[in-house]
Every structure is written in structure tokens, then in C-alpha cells.
């Protein structure tokens, strides 16, 4: 069993940046990041590899957003450059029992609690 606690969500202007830390109880191999804005469906943010050798992002984040991780300390990161008030959400970290990187959330094992981050305009 693999607990995840996610931090450092908080309330920023756009524009603005916000790094969110996942830190893991125990190994974790692929690893991701979701989000879920109120009354919204959960999607997809980002995703890592055990290695750090492959990385995906979604659209809606790509070029402002970048995932990575410290396997020293089981913990993986999300850097979120030039927010704006779409990606406020509860962000999620999630983690596979395989390397492989996945996009969709029925592929990840374990999830953490979330954490809010909210971009004012």
C-alpha cells in the first residue's frame, strides 16, 4: 500500500506560479497528477515515468506546466507557470503499480487526498 499526501496548493493570481509536491509513503513507479474543477469531470494534468524518462502533459497544460520527480525522497512534483482562473481545481496525485506513464485515472493504484489550488484573474 502506497499513501500519497499532496501540498503547497494554495491562492495565486494568473499569471502567477505554484509548485504542488506529492510525497510517497513507499516506492511508487509511474506517477501523475489530476485535477477536478467543481461540477467537473477529474482530467488528466501530467504524468511521469519511475525513471523520469518519459513525461506527458495534457494539452490545456503543455509549455506552462512541468511534472518531475526526486525518487531519493518518493516524491514527484508539478510546476505550474502562467496560471489562469481554468486551472483552478483540486489537484490530485496519483500512482501506477507499473512504470509506465497512463493518462486515463483508472490506470493509477493510488491517490492522495488532493490539494486546491485556486487562480484568481
Known amino acids: 500500500q502506497v499513501q500519497l499526501v499532496e501540498s503547497g496548493g494554495g491562492f495565486v493570481q494568473a499569471g502567477d506560479s505554484l509548485t504542488l509536491s506529492c510525497a510517497a509513503s513507499g516506492r511508487s513507479f509511474g506517477m501523475g497528477w489530476f485535477r477536478q474543477a467543481q461540477g467537473k469531470e477529474r482530467e488528466f494534468v501530467a504524468a511521469i515515468s519511475w525513471s523520469a524518462s518519459s513525461t506527458y502533459y495534457a494539452d490545456s497544460v503543455k509549455g506552462r506546466f512541468t511534472i518531475s520527480r526526486d525518487n531519493a525522497k518518493n516524491t514527484v512534483y508539478l510546476q505550474m507557470n502562467s496560471l489562469k482562473p481554468e486551472d483552478t481545481a483540486v489537484y490530485y496525485c496519483?500512482?501506477?503499480?507499473?512504470?509506465?506513464?497512463?493518462?486515463?485515472?483508472?490506470?493509477?493504484?493510488?491517490w492522495g487526498q488532493g490539494t486546491q489550488v485556486t487562480v484568481s484573474s
Open positions: 496519483a500512482a501506477r503499480r507499473t512504470n509506465q506513464i497512463a493518462v486515463k485515472d483508472y490506470d493509477y493504484h493510488y
